[in-house]
């Protein structure tokens, strides 16, 4: 349980400490910008291997709530909405992302960035992951799994605010803009009126999303090692 616990903090540790703290500017400072996120890249695919390896070989013994089939179902239920968040957040322009502040330089990059799962949250990738770890550490019960899905869901939802203020000061009143247009909750800014959504736009979405909830579903003991029921 304390190596699960070791390795989630090096997981949330390196991502936030290096993205969201002055050691960033230094290294882009030293590295350069494209030297930066190679560095950075690498950090956190070594992260992210430790975390999963550590979770495949501790074993689960502890248990924090009894295992319920309602959270099994409510893990079918959510999982094709975090899937088409995420999904559709790579089918979308959208100056969260990594070099594409430029998206709300003129009016039509303006209108692509409030588009398809946009309107729904300016972090629809982010939220996707939330939404999966939650729901699978409901599903799973035991320490082990807790702090493992956990780290992904702080990681996260930690990471939603932490690049809004990044972009709110390096993108300036562009992003105000888009801030206002949007949310990073998702559906606030539609309940307070300040978007919309649009279902011809959602249709891509949706459809990618459910294909490969599909793929996951009908793999997933391959890839995790244990069967849906």
Request: proline fraction near 4%; charge should be positive.
């Amino acid at each position: 349980m304390w190596l699960m616990l070791c390795a989630g903090v090096l997981f949330v540790g390196a991502h936030l400490g290096i993205s969201s703290t002055g050691l960033r500017p230094t290294l882009v400072r030293k590295l350069g910008e494209k030297g930066y996120l190679g560095v950075y890249t690498l950090i956190a695919l070594v992260t992210l291997w430790i975390h999963i390896w550590v979770y495949t070989e501790v074993p689960r013994q502890t248990y924090l709530w009894a295992l319920d089939p309602n959270f099994y179902l409510l893990t079918k239920v959510l999982m094709p909405v975090a899937l088409i968040l995420a999904v559709g957040g790579f089918m979308v322009k959208n100056p969260t992302a990594v070099h594409m502040e430029a998206t709300l330089a003129d009016a039509a990059g303006r209108d692509a960035s409030v588009r398809g799962v946009n309107r729904i949250t300016r972090h629809p990738f982010q939220w996707g992951v939330v939404i999966w770890a939650l729901t699978h550490m409901l599903a799973n019960g035991d320490a082990v799994s807790v702090v493992f899905f956990a780290s992904f869901a702080v990681l996260s939802a930690a990471g939603t605010v932490l690049m809004d203020k990044k972009k709110a000061h390096s993108i300036g009143a562009d992003w105000s803009w888009f801030a206002q247009a949007t949310s990073n909750v998702p559906f606030a800014a539609i309940v307070r009126g300040r978007n919309r959504l649009v279902a011809k736009e959602l249709v891509a979405p949706v459809a990618a999303g459910l294909l490969v909830y599909a793929a996951l579903y009908w793999g997933h003991q391959w890839v995790s090692g244990v069967p849906i029921y």
